[in-house]
């Protein structure tokens, strides 16, 4: 689960139905999740409600080790495809204790934010069309219907011959 979250976090898709049809169809996330695992839009958002320290903590570490690897240029690119490409060393490309430090307050920073994005993305309201209290009223009026369309009415006896 906590793979499924950093993934999809860090290829833009932080709301919990969105990570749970991409278990669906992206076959990145099929991969992570097993080919035949689901989880639920719930199940997610409750793991990463209840783990969220825990979460950013191992966000930011991978976002960080990333960055070490040279798998992550900058902060705010991520790369998925995994292809290597030879090129020349810089000098420029070391950086100090203090700017590795800066560099990762801006990772746990940019985390809490995608965190909070994602919060928002569950908290907003799925807007489907769909109005329970309107939905229900509809159809009681629609059962009204039918019972007065039977035939023969309940109080009555058969039809006449």
Do not use: W
Not at 123 to 141: C, F, T
């Amino acid at each position: 689960m906590l793979g499924l979250l950093i993934y999809c976090h860090a290829t833009g898709r932080f709301s919990s139905r969105g990570i749970e049809m991409a278990t669906h169809s992206d076959v990145a996330v099929r991969y992570i999740c097993g080919g035949s695992h689901h989880p639920d839009h719930d199940t997610i958002c409750t793991f990463r409600r209840e783990n969220r320290a825990l979460f950013e903590e191992c966000f930011v570490k991978v976002l960080a080790y990333a960055g070490q690897t040279k798998v992550l240029k900058k902060v705010g690119g991520i790369s998925v495809d995994g292809s290597k490409i030879a090129a020349n060393a810089s000098k420029h490309a070391a950086v100090s204790y203090d700017y590795a430090q800066r560099m990762i307050a801006e990772l746990e920073k940019e985390v809490r934010a995608l965190t909070a994005k994602a919060e928002e993305a569950d908290n907003k309201p799925l807007d489907d069309g769909l109005s329970v209290p309107e939905e229900i009223a509809r159809r009681e009026e629609r059962k009204a219907v039918g019972k007065n369309a039977r035939y023969p009415p309940p109080n009555q006896g058969a039809p006449p011959a």
